[in-house]
C-alpha cells in the first residue's frame, strides 16, 4: 500500500517569505497526487492535484506544487506568504487498496505565518 | 446545497453514549467516504460506500462503530457506547466518480468530544 510522509508537522515563515511544505510518497506506479488545506474549524479544500501531464501543477491561492518522480516528491511552494495562508496543510495520494479507492493521507502540517 | 453537509457540527457527550452524525454528500455523487481525523494525527480512513455494493468498513476501529448509507445517498456514522478516545473530528467526503484522478470534496466536519 502507499503512504505519504510529509515532513515538519509544524512550519513558520515571516509574510512575504517562500513557503515550502514537502512531501514524498511511496509508489512503484505513477501515482495521482492532492494538496488539501484545512482552515480553523473546517472540512478539507482541494489546492491543486497531480494527475498526468506537466509536473508542475497551479493550484489556488497562489500555490503551485512540483511532482519529481526522481525524488518521490510533491513539495508545495508559495513565492509569497499572506497571512490568510495559516492553516494546515494535507499532502495525499489516490489508490486502490483491497478493491477500494482511497485517500491516503500524510499527517499534515501546520504553517504559521508571522507578521 | 453546493458541498457536502455534516451534523452537528459540534457534539459532546458522556462516555458511555451513543451518538449519530449525519452526512448529505453532494447530489449525484456516487462514493463516500467517512474519515477520522484526531489531534495531531493524519486522517483515519474509517469507511466507504460506493453505489448498491457492499460497503468497505476495513476502516472502523471497532464493532461499536458501524455506518450506513441510505438510498445512495445521506450516510449516518453511529458510536455506541462511545469511549474518551473516540474524541476526535469525524470528516465525510464524497466524489462524483470512482477514479483514481478524482478528488474528494469534503465537508466541514462533526468534532465529537467524549467526556
Known amino acids: 500500500a502507499q503512504s505519504v510522509t510529509q515532513l515538519g508537522s509544524h512550519v513558520s515563515v515571516s509574510e512575504g517569505a517562500l513557503v515550502l511544505l514537502r512531501c514524498n510518497y511511496s509508489s512503484s506506479v505513477p501515482p495521482y497526487l492532492f494538496w488539501y488545506v484545512q482552515y480553523p474549524n473546517q472540512g478539507l479544500q482541494l489546492l491543486l492535484k497531480?494527475?498526468?501531464?506537466?509536473?508542475l501543477v497551479k493550484g489556488i491561492n497562489g500555490f503551485e506544487a512540483e511532482f519529481k518522480k526522481s525524488e518521490t516528491s510533491f513539495h508545495l511552494t508559495k513565492p509569497s506568504a499572506h497571512m490568510s495562508d495559516a492553516a494546515e496543510y494535507f499532502c495525499?495520494?489516490?489508490?486502490?487498496?483491497?478493491?477500494?479507492?482511497?485517500?491516503?493521507f500524510g499527517t499534515g502540517t501546520r504553517l504559521k505565518v508571522l507578521a | 446545497g453546493a458541498g457536502v453537509s455534516q451534523s452537528p457540527s459540534n457534539k459532546v457527550t458522556e462516555k458511555g453514549k451513543d451518538v449519530e452524525l449525519r452526512c448529505d454528500p453532494i447530489s449525484g455523487h456516487t462514493a463516500l467516504y467517512w474519515y477520522r481525523q484526531s489531534l495531531g494525527q493524519g486522517l483515519e480512513f474509517l469507511i466507504y460506500f460506493q453505489g448498491n455494493s457492499a460497503p468497505d468498513k476495513s476502516g472502523l476501529p471497532s464493532d461499536r462503530f458501524s455506518a450506513e448509507r441510505t438510498g445512495g445517498s445521506v450516510s449516518t456514522l453511529t458510536i455506541q457506547r462511545t469511549q474518551q478516545e473516540d474524541s476526535a473530528v469525524y470528516l465525510c467526503?464524497?466524489?462524483?466518480?470512482?477514479?483514481?484522478?478524482?478528488?474528494?470534496?469534503f465537508g466541514q466536519g462533526t468534532r465529537l468530544t467524549v467526556v
Open positions: 467526503a464524497s466524489t462524483p466518480e470512482v477514479s483514481l484522478n478524482t478528488e474528494a470534496f
Open positions: 495525499a495520494v489516490s489508490d486502490v487498496v483491497s478493491g477500494t479507492y482511497k485517500y491516503i
Open positions: 497531480y494527475t498526468t501531464g506537466a509536473t
